[in-house]
Nanobody, 128 residues
Framework: QVQLVESGGGLVQAGDSLRLSCAAS????????MGWFRQAPGKEREFVAA????????YYADSVKGRFTVSRDNAENTAYLQMNSLKPEDTAVYYC?????????????????????WGQGTQVTVSS
């Protein structure tokens, strides 16, 4: 089992930055590929960013590419999502996710069904 707790959300203005954190406990964090997803009101949960188990590979949704950066600190059992140049359309609840089944060391996973553990989410609101 892996427990995930997100933090760092808040209300910001367009153009501002935020850094989300995802603290993991339980199963060895370094053996899990990680992902970030978001869900806006009335919309499906969508992929934002993914990070391989080793941290050497990343992948981003087109909508955030060049503005968001995903990273992990395996020593601290924490993953991060640095969000710059935020836009009103980034407003959503952001979730981190961890893969429970085998994670290839350099593969990134982008589908919701690839992940087994989810945090409770943190709200990000960007005003125009």
């Amino acid at each position: 089992q892996v427990q995930l707790v997100e933090s760092g959300g808040g209300l910001v203005q367009a153009g501002d930055s935020l850094r989300l954190s995802c603290a993991a406990s339980g199963r060895t964090f370094s053996s899990s590929a990680m992902g970030w997803f978001r869900q806006a009101p009335g919309k499906e949960r969508e992929f934002v960013a993914a990070l391989s188990r080793s941290g050497s590979r990343t992948y981003y949704a087109d909508s955030v590419k060049g503005r968001f950066t995903v990273s992990r600190d395996n020593a601290e059992n924490t993953a991060y999502l640095q969000m710059n140049s935020l836009k009103p359309e980034d407003t959503a609840v952001y979730y981190c996710a961890a893969r429970g089944t085998y994670s290839s060391i350099t593969v990134v996973y982008t589908r919701r069904q690839d992940y087994d553990y989810w945090g409770q989410g943190t709200q990000v609101t960007v005003s125009s």
